[in-house]
């Protein structure tokens, strides 16, 4: 496990940063939205991708969870759940797919633990994954409000991008 991937135990550091790129984010959705979501996709993917595999392990999804999950990506659990564990955590809270590696739904609840901005996400139901939004940008789907269109209505959306009218 590489020193980036140490961070993930570090869940409350990680939801700062988080923040951080919420609000630059914010700040920069309207030049995003001046050039073009498309455009901004190709620019934005590719950095999004090495520091979030970097770190996560991301499968790029597009559909980023990490702060409702403990900065835990879901979807590196073997059955892809996103909303817990399958019923299959063995007793030492190992894999029943992979024994050798604890259950991201495990880590995901002891993180979330330690979070006090996002903590409580991990109690909120997630929409199924999209599978048209993978391999894009996350950050780019939620200014572009592709993420919220799969949560039914904007309104209810909770991340970056919120109360945007």
């Known amino acids: 496990m590489g020193i980036l991937r140490g961070l993930r135990d570090h869940p409350h550091l990680l939801e700062l940063a988080y923040q951080l790129v919420e609000k630059g ?3 920069v959705h309207p030049l995003v939205r001046r050039i073009g979501y498309a455009r901004a996709n190709r620019w934005l993917r590719s950095p999004e991708k090495i520091a979030k595999q970097a770190i996560f392990d991301c499968k ?3 559909q980023c969870t990490l702060h ?3 900065m835990t990506c879901p979807m590196t659990c073997p059955k892809n759940l996103r909303n817990g564990p399958c019923g299959g955590v063995r007793g030492d809270k190992t894999c029943e797919v992979d024994p050798g590696m604890l259950c ?3 880590e995901a609840y002891e993180r979330s633990s330690r979070m006090s901005i996002y903590g409580s996400g991990i109690n909120e139901i997630q929409p199924p994954r999209n599978f048209l939004l993978a391999k894009r940008s996350a950050f780019i789907n939620i ?3 592709k993420d919220a269109e799969l949560r039914g209505a904007r309104d209810s959306y909770v991340g970056i991008g919120r109360d945007r009218t």
């Open 68 to 70: 409702f999950t403990g």
């Open 104 to 106: 991201v739904w495990v």
């Open 60 to 62: 790029m999804c597009g």
């Open 143 to 145: 200014l572009s409000l």
């Open 25 to 27: 984010m914010e700040k």
